[in-house]
């Protein structure tokens, strides 16, 4: 894959055009994360859920008894809360942060690669990830803290494959071809560890399999709040090197000749999207397409300026990642389907829009 | 069908072993678990009727409250020890696979769900996501969980939403009889549990005395392949460590995949015919049927072979570590492998 895109011209006339884009992503995305609770595999009316979530959010002081009138279940009103709150409003969440991640991190890389066709996966860091999750399936490992060593070792099997991809980059060999060869050739080989692994364990291929998928549930707000945390600093990083990514757009010695040590920001920038790419991988398994689809949405409505890119991609990534989970909801209703079968229904048609458009001109054009 | 994965199991049968000493080692290597396992299970003392402190096969310390009124399950083989307790009133929920597309029929078969008395109402989604909101919806007191539900989910349950989980995952057949009797110090049903326990006990009683006769006769155990899937490349079947292959050796016979590498290889069509089994038994069951086995290589010449020893038997008996296993599935295989006996 070579680097096909077209130089950004005006950065900062980029960003003048159209900056209110941002604001209008953040509030649809504020809407969506408010009345997604209301889908769910378990019947709750609409007007419950709004109760209590805002009963919940005003600590009490608003609804004193959220479920008045409502169809309570077996659980009661503490299981109703329970399934909004906990279940639901966490689910969302995640799939805001992980979605987010994903979408800054795509963003980043097809900059980094110059390349619109890159994504969060295509450096084999999910593979890593997988890993990582097989191997405390397989071998049991602490057995009563596997929900949260499981998206531990994940991550670090996901950065440790990082780690390799970045030792590449810092090489005399590190040319972006080099960068895509080695993880497609990390991808495969650990993609075989984990064939092998699994053939002694039927059982955890079972486990394993939900991982492969990408799925939402089974997660609470801690790891909400550790998925959160990783995501927003990584992220918040990476939006910062918008000025830097724009100038690699002029090729590296370009770059370099406007102060800017390409090899150096490629290594941060790589570091920074591993780190956030492995945050989504541990905790949700594998999701395809968000960190390809969402920086070319933004590049359509804001231009191609990466400092609105980068956090565009952010808040479409989000949007994406939601909107898949409310219409998995509504397409099979009572049924959780793994989240990255949705993605990969939206996404592969973009995919292959993307590589007939790119026969004709870039998706990475001037702004 | 659910495949379990137990981490260990007696070594299979080797013709070069004296089998009265294989026999032996087994019934002491039986009782050391016994002692062991039942350790382990060690229940708090104090009132019959306050909560209990309790291990699970995964090593899991759990509080749980006695004799719980609503129970969710998840797997079919802790519904079937459930069942014979009698204990069904007691289950609000069970485990189904994604409810809008297999529900309750990709996890139990119909003679179940009639037998069971099951509703698609009851069903807690477990595959391809665990979905812990119809779990919460349920408001169980207590959760049996087996091997297709994830450790980390488990873990959710029990930390998140402070409801006890027990882990029944058993690793050998004297791992379900000490299940059985868990259930019965839950549930307090010691009546039915020490009945459920003295039949599962009869049951491998007579197993071991038919080995212990063929073996004082100097009669070598018939060769068999147990397989539960076949396709164009050859057929699915237990190797060591499964409770297939454990069936099969506590039934007398010899599998021919006893030394196969994984723990659910398939064998060739040529390893097949190389080994000419003196028996062939194909399980059923879940949308798979003889007609399955025709799609593999050289099932007829293998049929022709056996010479009427192929015969058709619920997989569940060779995958699901219940009692059925043990009361059904053993002496089936026996009445199969060693049409004279009495066992």
């Known amino acids: ?367 | 069908m659910h495949l379990h994965d137990p981490s260990s199991t007696p070594p299979p049968v080797r013709r070069t072993v004296p089998l009265a000493w294989f026999v032996v080692g087994v019934i002491v290597a039986a009782g050391v678990s016994v002692a062991g396992i039942a350790t382990s299970y060690a229940l708090r003392p104090g009132s019959p009727s306050g909560p209990l402190s309790i291990t699970d096969d995964l090593g899991r310390h759990d509080t749980v409250p006695a004799d719980p009124a609503r129970v969710v399950v998840l797997g079919p083989s802790i519904m079937d020890s459930m069942y014979r307790l009698g204990l069904r009133s007691h289950v609000v929920g069970v485990d189904c696979y994604a409810p809008s597309l297999g529900g309750l029929s990709s996890d139990y078969s119909a003679d179940q769900v009639a037998l069971w008395n099951l509703s698609s109402s009851m069903c807690v989604e477990t595959g391809p996501t665990f979905d812990v909101e119809q779990l919460l919806a349920l408001g169980p007191q207590l959760v049996l969980a087996a091997t297709i539900v994830s450790v980390a989910a488990v873990e959710q349950i029990t930390q998140t939403y402070h409801i006890p989980v027990v882990m029944l995952q058993p690793a050998t057949l004297t791992g379900v009889i000490l299940n059985d009797q868990l259930l019965g110090e839950i549930f307090e049903v010691p009546g039915a549990s020490s009945s459920l326990v003295s039949s599962l006990q009869s049951a491998l009683s007579r197993a071991a005395s038919l080995q212990d006769n063929l073996t004082a006769n100097g009669t070598p155990f018939p060769t068999v392949l147990v397989t539960y899937s076949a396709d164009g490349n050859g057929y699915w079947t237990f190797g060591p460590g499964t409770f297939g292959q454990s069936l099969i050796e506590l039934a007398s016979g010899a599998s021919i995949s006893a030394n196969a590498t994984l723990p659910y290889p398939e064998l060739s069509g040529e390893q097949v015919l190389a080994s000419n089994p003196e028996y062939l038994v194909y399980g059923t069951g879940f949308g798979i049927n003889e007609s399955t086995y025709a799609g593999g290589p050289f099932w007829s010449q293998l049929i022709t072979t056996q010479g009427g020893h192929a015969v058709g038997m619920d997989s569940n008996y060779f995958t699901e570590p219940d009692p059925t296993m043990i009361l059904v599935g053993l002496p089936q295989l026996i009445a199969v492998l060693h049409p004279g006996s009495s066992a």
Request: glycine share 14%; aromatic share 8%; proline share 5%.
């Open chain 1, 1 to 367: 894959m070579g680097a096909t895109a077209e130089v950004p011209t005006g950065t900062a006339r980029g960003l003048g055009r159209r900056p209110w884009v941002l604001g209008l992503l953040l509030a649809l995305l504020g809407v969506g994360v408010f009345f997604s609770p209301i889908l769910g595999t378990v019947s709750v009316s609409p007007d419950t859920v709004l109760r209590i979530l805002l009963h919940q959010v005003s600590g009490g002081a608003l609804f004193s008894d959220p479920c008045a009138g409502a169809s309570v279940p077996a659980s009661g009103c503490s299981g109703l809360i329970e399934i909004v709150w906990d279940a639901r409003l966490s689910e969302v969440m995640l799939a805001v942060v992980v979605g987010a991640g994903l979408g800054i991190s795509g963003g980043t890389l097809q900059g980094v690669f110059r390349n619109p066709l890159a994504d969060p996966f295509l450096l084999g860091i999910s593979s890593g990830g997988t890993l990582g999750a097989a191997v405390v399936v397989v071998f049991r490992i602490g057995v009563s803290e596997q929900n949260l060593l499981l998206p531990l070792f994940a991550f670090v099997g996901a950065i440790a494959t990082g780690a390799v991809i970045l030792v590449a980059a810092r090489s005399r060999f590190g040319s972006v071809e080099t960068l895509l060869l080695t993880g497609v050739a990390l991808s495969s080989f650990l993609s075989a560890v984990l064939s092998l692994l699994l053939l002694y364990s039927p059982t955890g291929s079972l486990q394993v399999d939900f991982w492969l998928l990408g799925n939402l549930g089974s997660l609470d707000w801690t790891q909400d709040g550790i998925a959160f945390g990783v995501v927003l600093v990584a992220g918040t990083l990476l939006a910062t090197y918008g000025r830097e990514l724009n100038l690699l757009q002029l090729g590296p010695d370009v770059a370099q000749s406007l102060g800017v040590d390409s090899r150096k920001v490629r290594v941060r920038l790589l570091l920074l999207a591993s780190v956030t790419t492995a945050a989504a991988v541990a905790f949700t398994g594998i999701i395809g397409f968000v960190g390809l689809v969402s920086p070319h949405v933004v590049r359509r409505i804001a231009g191609n300026d990466y400092r609105l890119v980068l956090p565009g991609a952010a808040l479409v990534g989000g949007g994406f990642l939601l909107t898949a989970r409310d219409l998995s909801l509504v397409a099979f209703p009572g049924t959780l389907l793994p989240i990255g079968i949705f993605t990969s229904f939206a996404g592969a048609p973009f995919f292959a829009y993307l590589l007939f458009r790119r026969r004709g001109a870039s998706t990475m054009g001037t702004p």
